[in-house]
Structures are given as structure tokens and as C-alpha cells.
């Protein structure tokens, strides 16, 4: 089931083409990236007093953050198999800056509520990178390789709360989305330097791709 999907000449050839370079800067983006969907549990006291908000509207803020990256898992993570991930990977890095540059300078919840959605929706470049990661190695390495991504995503996860509590008491809540788009912005660059380009998998367009992905629930 595996020479199809990656569809590479030979093991090694397939095998060559991730460098361990390759591998650790994609284990830092997903590190990086996934911390976004944590960053502002730590600092929902800070934003509630700026704003004056309620419990249940501060609740709202990380339900939103969760919704978006939900929403990107059911339709935007099968964009992968139809436009090259690298070109997908770049479109989502700028949203990501976008969505936390308006995160830090929102005068009201209405505006951060929009932007930690999209926040959620561009986290999705955890879901990119994994399958890119594993599409270009040979099988018998797959798991090593699968195993050190998701080091890379814990890794951000543990980390996204203390990081982000610690800059947030110091410099404030907004400092904390100020910090994750120059994180967002420095992985987009290197990422679209050092990304090798891919071939798609399929042609389809993009509802019949998605009813396509539906169906695997069935």
C-alpha cells in the first residue's frame, strides 16, 4: 500500500530526499505551530480583565481556537493530496501571521474571536507537514521519522502554556500573539526555502476531494 502513495522510484532515493536537516526544521514548524492552539489558555485571565469579560465569553476563546483547527482537519487538510504541499504550507504560514498580527492588536472579543478561529484553521500546517514528512522516506524508516514529529508536537504542546504564561505576565497578553507571528513568520520563510516540492496525488477538485474524505468515516 505504501510504493503508490509515495510514489518514488526506489527506497533509497526516497529515503535520501529527507535530510536530517529537513527533518528537524520540520519538527520544530510543528512545534512551533501546534503551541498556537495553547497559547492563549494562560493569558485568558489578562484578556478578561482588558475586555471586562465573562466567564462563559472567556471560554469562548480557546473553544473558538479549537473549532478553527477542526474545521481545517475536515476541509482543508485534504488540499494536500491535490495541490503541493509546499505551496499549501506557504499560504497557511501567511495566515498564520495574519491571524495572530490581528489576534494582538484586536480592540474588542468580536475581532479576536475571528482571529484566534483562523489561528486554529492555520495551525493545519502540523497536518501538512506530517504526511510530507512521511511521504518522503522509505517505508522501513516511516516510523522513526513519524515518531520524531510527534516528539515535536508534544514538545509544543507542554510548552505552548509555560511559554506563553511567562511572556504574557511580563509583557502582556498581546506580547504572547506578537511572539507567535515571528515564530509564524520565520518557519514560513525557511520552510518555503528548504521544502522540497511535491507532485499531488489526485486531480480531483475540491468537493468531490472532500466527499472523498468523508467517506472514509463510512
Known sequence: MDKPVLNQPSSQSSSQSLSRFILLLMTAAIAATAANLY????????????????DS???????????GYAFAL???????????????????????????????VSPSLPIL????????????????LIPFAASMVSPENKGATLGTLMMGLTIGILLSRTLSGFVGE?????????????????????????????????????????????????
Not at 487538510?77 to 494582538?104: K, N, Q, T, Y
Not at 511535491?198 to 468515516?217: G, M, V
Open 74 to 104: 475536515l476541509f482543508i487538510s485534504p488540499l494536500g493530496d491535490s495541490i503541493a504541499r509546499r505551496r499549501l504550507i506557504g499560504i497557511l504560514s501567511c495566515l498564520l501571521v495574519a491571524a495572530c498580527g490581528f489576534a494582538a
Open 170 to 218: 511580563q509583557l502582556g497578553w498581546r506580547s504572547v500573539f506578537v511572539m507567535s507571528a515571528a515564530f509564524a513568520a520565520v518557519f514560513g520563510v525557511l520552510l518555503r526555502v528548504f521544502l522540497p516540492t511535491n507532485t499531488p496525488h489526485t486531480t480531483l477538485r475540491y468537493f468531490p476531494l472532500i466527499k472523498s474524505s468523508l467517506s472514509l468515516f463510512v
Open 113 to 128: 474571536l475571528l482571529s484566534v478561529f483562523l489561528i486554529g484553521v492555520s495551525a493545519n500546517i502540523t497536518q501538512q
Open 39 to 54: 497559547y492563549n489558555q494562560p493569558i485568558l485571565p489578562l484578556i478578561g480583565a482588558e475586555f471586562d469579560l465573562t
Open 57 to 67: 465569553q472567556l471560554g469562548s476563546i480557546p473553544a473558538l481556537t479549537q473549532f
